[in-house]
């Protein structure tokens, strides 16, 4: 039953998909004076409906109605009700259904907060947001349809991916659609606003709002999943560079570059082109992802469907809507370009379009990683994987420069600033900085790339914007965002340069020497669970110090038939202790890694500070 | 004109980008894991389907040049679309198709090849799942071609077999024999 109710709603979506573009269109065309109120109830109904799609999956979901084909792939009776729900959105066709029910949401929210704006740009916003609903719409009815029917009924479903069993990763993808929905609207209101010729200061007051949130949940997103790798794939790292992680910093790295860009589009009424391209490449680079993950054109942990129909559906709409983005950017480029002021070299702006350059250029570095082994399997064949090496040794010496105009910056004036003005506070702050990370490296050692610059130019922004945070103005959430940048640089660079791992092989009573610590195999249990079997392994760890025990876990799930490994983590706010054992034959011997990584909460929690700087912009009341 | 240069370039730069993806979407993108041994568990011992008579999966590579092993059930969607490729591989003679049921009920598995025919010249069973597991089963269906002279896997499939496949061992097997 509510199978039917969920496909039936879709296709009243679609309906009135057709006629939002039809009614726009018309209305846009006949100069009307007042949004046709017919556009409103439409649009309502269309949230309604995909709303009570999503619901009735979620509903399907919770009673295991096996006749429901995406239920019978996913979920299994004996799963908990909380991952039978995340079940909903864990797999292809229930995520595309929450990336619809993100879209038609955001677009109703954006009709009610943008009262106050031009009709034309209202209407045209809606046509072109419903251009990119009806493309998923489609994509979801023709390609991945959630409701698709299975007889005989069956009575046992075939299960979830228990790795996905985990909190993290159950509320991550919704958390990281948000953020990437929230790009679809910049981007269609941008074009809206190039063909009405108001890429100005008003509008940039208005997209600002929107940009933030999707920056913030974006962000979030990110930070949840990558979380989730670290505490459930046992690989004892944060970030590996896969391509599906790549793909959700690509779209990041061109928001936060947008982010900075509206300020002074807003503050200053320039950049206007670099606001637009940027709006269209942010939103480009989300689907790109999606399309990059959803074909199966990549081989990753998260490839789950491998239908090429969908990949080339993807695609083609994907280049529809960039094609038509180019078009309009065009063809309205000049309408938009009337007030060219000047702007000078020591201002604010500048250091902000430096910085846009610098964003542009990590993007590229990612971009070309991810795709580029792709581009060459089908031009020659070949066959290439870029690691981890690639990216820190492209992005690592370029962070130098790029933390100065961090640091230096925000503390320029707008329009212009008097140069010899750079005050000796800074400097001292400079040169402190860099005799600090001299002896940092001197005394422990420390062989790395630019280890001295890296690390003087991380302390240097942290010292100026600790001494900012107390000075009062009003750009708090700026400084409390980069203050968590400061953070973060100085913990990944100390986390990467000072962890330390063993490996080896133990079985029950080995005891090993490492550094100066004694790892001891205690004991390993077998416990019986509700839907999986777990061997927990107990190991001592100690040194002079102190002693920790950690009990890392081999589960086996049954349903499908899985190993996966939990870590064990204890952590303290200067580093964690990271354990993890695999099960490598029947002779009694286990794989055990034992890492040491120092400072790995405040990752994750300088990750939540810049987010905080964010969310306090939003609710910042304009001046 | 020069704004319009900037533009052809802009949109050729696309169109090319676009083809690539489109061609890139026709590679084989199934993830195949690295072969942990390339010989097969030969002193593998299970129950056959229909007597219930332990044996041991060595004995049964042999007849043929090559064999194919097949992983499935009765309860499994996928191995319903592959059994016409299995059946069509049992008709060219030069292949010995020994089934492993996984987790499956013998009356169901046996309604299952009596309804859709039975490519198998012999099915063992795999109560437990753990014979697959033996086998590095990633999931079911699967099918390992295995050349039957050194019992060494040629080629995994993980996934149902389809028409690429479905030629892909034909042409192996014909270029192995010359």
Same mark, same amino acid.
């Given at each position: 039953?509510?199978?039917?109710?969920?496909?039936?709603?879709l296709y009243?979506?679609?309906?009135?998909?057709?006629?939002l573009?039809? *009614?726009?269109?018309?209305?846009?065309?006949?100069?009307s004076?007042?949004?046709?109120? &017919?556009?409103f109830?439409?649009?309502?109904v269309?949230?309604?409906?995909?709303?009570i799609s999503?619901?009735?999956l979620?509903?399907?979901f919770?009673?295991?109605?096996f006749?429901?084909?995406t239920?019978?792939?996913?979920?299994?009776?004996?799963k908990?009700l909380?991952y039978k729900?995340?079940?909903?959105?864990g797999?292809?066709?229930g995520?595309?259904?929450?990336?619809?029910?993100v879209?038609?949401i955001f677009?109703?929210?954006?009709?009610?907060?943008?009262k106050k704006? /031009?009709?034309k740009?209202?209407?045209?916003?809606?046509?072109?947001q419903?251009?990119?609903?009806?493309?998923?719409?489609?994509?979801?009815?023709f390609?991945?349809?959630?409701?698709?029917?299975?007889?005989?009924?069956?009575k046992e479903?075939?299960g979830l991916?228990?790795?996905?069993?985990?909190?993290?990763?159950a509320?991550?993808p919704? $958390?990281?659609?948000l953020?990437?929905?929230g790009?679809?609207?910049?981007f269609?209101?941008?074009?809206?606003?190039?063909v009405?010729?108001?890429v100005n200061?008003? %509008?940039?007051?208005h997209?600002k709002?929107?940009?933030?949130i999707?920056?913030?949940?974006l962000?979030?997103?990110?930070?949840?999943?990558s979380?989730?790798?670290?505490y459930?794939?046992? %690989?004892?790292?944060?970030?590996f560079?896969d391509p599906?992680?790549n793909?959700s910093?690509?779209?990041w790295?061109?928001?936060t570059a947008?982010?900075h860009?509206?300020?002074?589009?807003?503050?200053?009424?320039?950049?206007q082109?670099?606001?637009? #391209?940027?709006?269209?490449a942010?939103f480009s680079?989300?689907?790109?992802?999606?399309?990059?993950?959803?074909s199966?054109?990549?081989?990753?942990?998260?490839t789950?469907?491998?239908?090429?129909s969908?990949?080339?559906f993807i695609?083609?709409?994907?280049f529809a809507?960039?094609?038509?983005?180019i078009? #309009?950017?065009f063809i309205? *480029?000049k309408?938009?370009?009337?007030n060219i002021s000047k702007?000078?070299?020591?201002s604010?702006?500048?250091?902000?379009l430096?910085?846009?350059w610098?964003?542009?250029?990590?993007?590229?570095?990612?971009?070309?990683?991810?795709?580029?082994?792709?581009?060459?399997?089908?031009?020659?064949g070949?066959?290439?994987?870029?690691?981890?090496?690639?990216?820190q040794k492209?992005?690592?010496?370029? /962070?130098?420069?790029?933390?100065?105009?961090?640091?230096v910056?925000?503390?320029?004036?707008?329009?212009?600033d008097?140069?010899?003005?750079?005050?000796f506070?800074q400097?001292?702050?400079?040169?402190?900085?860099?005799i600090?990370?001299y002896l940092?490296?001197?005394?422990?050692?420390?062989?790395?790339l630019?280890?001295?610059?890296l690390f003087?130019?991380?302390?240097?922004?942290?010292?100026?914007?600790?001494?900012?945070?107390?000075?009062k103005?009003?750009t708090?959430s700026? &400084?409390?965002?980069?203050?968590?940048f400061?953070?973060? $640089?100085?913990?990944i660079?100390?986390?990467?340069?000072?962890a330390k791992?063993?490996?080896?092989?133990m &079985?029950?009573?080995?005891?090993?020497e490492?550094?100066?610590?004694?790892?001891?195999?205690?004991?390993?249990?077998?416990?019986?669970k509700?839907?999986?079997?777990?061997?927990?392994?107990n190991?001592n760890v100690?040194?002079? &110090?102190g002693s920790?025990n950690?009990?890392?876990?081999?589960?086996?799930y049954?349903?499908?038939?899985?190993?996966?490994?939990?870590?064990?983590?204890n952590?303290?706010i200067?580093?964690?202790n990271?354990?993890?054992?695999n099960?490598i034959?029947?002779d009694?011997?286990?794989n055990v890694?034992? *890492?040491?990584k120092?400072?790995?909460?405040?990752?994750?929690f300088?990750?939540?500070l810049?987010?905080?700087?964010?969310?306090?912009?939003?609710?910042k009341?304009?001046? | 004109m020069?704004?319009n240069?900037k533009?052809?370039?802009?949109?050729?730069?696309?169109?090319?980008?676009?083809?690539?993806?489109?061609?890139?979407?026709e590679?084989?993108?199934?993830y195949?894991?690295?072969k942990?041994?390339?010989?097969?568990?030969?002193?593998?011992?299970?129950?056959?389907l229909?007597?219930?008579?332990?044996?041991?999966?060595?004995e049964?590579?042999n007849?043929?040049n090559?064999?194919?092993?097949n992983i499935?059930?009765?309860? @499994?969607?996928? @191995?319903?679309?592959?059994?016409?490729y299995?059946l069509?591989?049992?008709?060219?003679?030069?292949?010995?198709?020994?089934?492993?049921?996984?987790?499956?009920?013998?009356?169901?598995a046996?309604?299952?090849?009596?309804?859709?025919?039975?490519p198998?010249?012999? !099915?063992?069973?795999?109560?437990?799942?753990?014979?697959?597991?033996?086998?590095?089963?990633?999931?079911i269906?699967?099918?390992?071609?295995?050349n039957n002279?050194?019992?060494?896997?040629i080629?995994?499939y993980?996934g149902?077999?389809?028409? !690429?496949?479905?030629?892909?061992?034909?042409?192996i097997?014909?270029?192995e024999?010359?």
């Amino acid at each position: 039953m509510a199978n039917q109710i969920g496909n039936y709603s879709l296709y009243i979506a679609l309906i009135a998909s057709i006629f939002l573009i039809f *009614q726009s269109s018309n209305s846009i065309r006949s100069k009307s004076k007042n949004l046709d109120s &017919k556009i409103f109830s439409a649009l309502s109904v269309q949230s309604l409906m995909v709303f009570i799609s999503f619901f009735s999956l979620i509903y399907a979901f919770i009673i295991s109605d096996f006749s429901n084909e995406t239920v019978y792939n996913n979920s299994h009776t004996t799963k908990p009700l909380f991952y039978k729900i995340s079940g909903s959105w864990g797999n292809h066709e229930g995520s595309l259904l929450l990336w619809l029910l993100v879209l038609t949401i955001f677009l109703f929210i954006f009709l009610i907060n943008s009262k106050k704006l /031009l009709i034309k740009y209202r209407l045209l916003t809606v046509l072109f947001q419903e251009l990119i609903i009806i493309g998923f719409l489609l994509f979801i009815l023709f390609t991945s349809n959630p409701f698709l029917n299975l007889f005989p009924i069956p009575k046992e479903g075939m299960g979830l991916n228990p790795i996905l069993q985990d909190p993290a990763l159950a509320i991550h993808p919704p $958390i990281l659609y948000l953020g990437y929905v929230g790009t679809s609207i910049i981007f269609s209101s941008s074009l809206a606003a190039l063909v009405c010729g108001m890429v100005n200061k008003i %509008w940039a007051k208005h997209i600002k709002k929107w940009i933030i949130i999707s920056w913030i949940f974006l962000t979030i997103g990110i930070l949840l999943g990558s979380i989730w790798a670290y505490y459930e794939l046992g %690989w004892g790292g944060f970030w590996f560079w896969d391509p599906v992680e790549n793909v959700s910093l690509m779209p990041w790295f061109c928001l936060t570059a947008l982010l900075h860009t509206i300020i002074v589009l807003e503050k200053r009424n320039i950049y206007q082109s670099w606001t637009i #391209i940027l709006s269209i490449a942010t939103f480009s680079l989300s689907m790109g992802g999606t399309f990059l993950v959803r074909s199966g054109i990549l081989n990753s942990i998260h490839t789950f469907a491998n239908d090429p129909s969908r990949g080339i559906f993807i695609l083609c709409f994907l280049f529809a809507l960039v094609l038509l983005a180019i078009f #309009i950017f065009f063809i309205y *480029q000049k309408k938009n370009l009337k007030n060219i002021s000047k702007s000078f070299l020591a201002s604010k702006e500048t250091a902000i379009l430096i910085n846009n350059w610098f964003m542009m250029f990590f993007l590229s570095v990612v971009l070309i990683g991810t795709v580029y082994p792709i581009f060459l399997e089908v031009i020659n064949g070949s066959k290439i994987s870029i690691g981890p090496p690639f990216y820190q040794k492209l992005i690592a010496p370029f /962070l130098i420069p790029f933390l100065l105009f961090m640091a230096v910056g925000p503390n320029l004036k707008w329009i212009k600033d008097n140069l010899s003005k750079i005050n000796f506070n800074q400097l001292i702050l400079f040169v402190l900085s860099i005799i600090i990370s001299y002896l940092l490296v001197k005394l422990y050692g420390v062989n790395y790339l630019f280890a001295v610059p890296l690390f003087g130019l991380g302390f240097f922004l942290f010292f100026l914007t600790v001494r900012d945070l107390s000075s009062k103005d009003s750009t708090l959430s700026q &400084k409390i965002s980069h203050f968590g940048f400061s953070l973060f $640089i100085l913990s990944i660079l100390f986390n990467g340069i000072f962890a330390k791992e063993f490996t080896s092989n133990m &079985k029950v009573g080995d005891e090993r020497e490492f550094m100066n610590k004694t790892i001891k195999f205690e004991n390993l249990k077998i416990i019986e669970k509700n839907n999986y079997k777990s061997l927990v392994a107990n190991f001592n760890v100690s040194d002079n &110090k102190g002693s920790i025990n950690l009990s890392p876990e081999v589960r086996i799930y049954n349903q499908p038939k899985t190993l996966t490994s939990e870590a064990d983590i204890n952590s303290t706010i200067y580093s964690d202790n990271f354990l993890v054992f695999n099960v490598i034959k029947d002779d009694g011997y286990y794989n055990v890694r034992y *890492q040491h990584k120092p400072l790995m909460l405040w990752i994750w929690f300088s990750i939540i500070l810049i987010s905080a700087g964010g969310i306090l912009g939003y609710f910042k009341k304009d001046d | 004109m020069i704004k319009n240069i900037k533009f052809i370039i802009i949109i050729l730069f696309s169109l090319f980008i676009f083809f690539i993806f489109l061609k890139g979407l026709e590679k084989p993108n199934n993830y195949l894991p690295e072969k942990t041994s390339s010989k097969i568990e030969t002193n593998l011992s299970a129950k056959k389907l229909y007597d219930q008579k332990e044996v041991l999966l060595g004995e049964l590579i042999n007849n043929n040049n090559f064999s194919i092993i097949n992983i499935w059930a009765s309860w @499994c969607l996928p @191995c319903r679309d592959e059994h016409v490729y299995l059946l069509n591989l049992k008709k060219t003679n030069s292949i010995n198709v020994i089934g492993i049921n996984y987790k499956d009920k013998k009356s169901n598995a046996v309604e299952f090849l009596k309804d859709f025919g039975n490519p198998y010249s012999e !099915v063992l069973t795999d109560p437990d799942g753990t014979k697959s597991i033996e086998l590095g089963a990633f999931g079911i269906p699967e099918t390992y071609l295995v050349n039957n002279k050194n019992k060494e896997i040629i080629k995994k499939y993980i996934g149902p077999l389809n028409d !690429v496949k479905f030629k892909e061992i034909l042409k192996i097997i014909k270029n192995e024999k010359n």
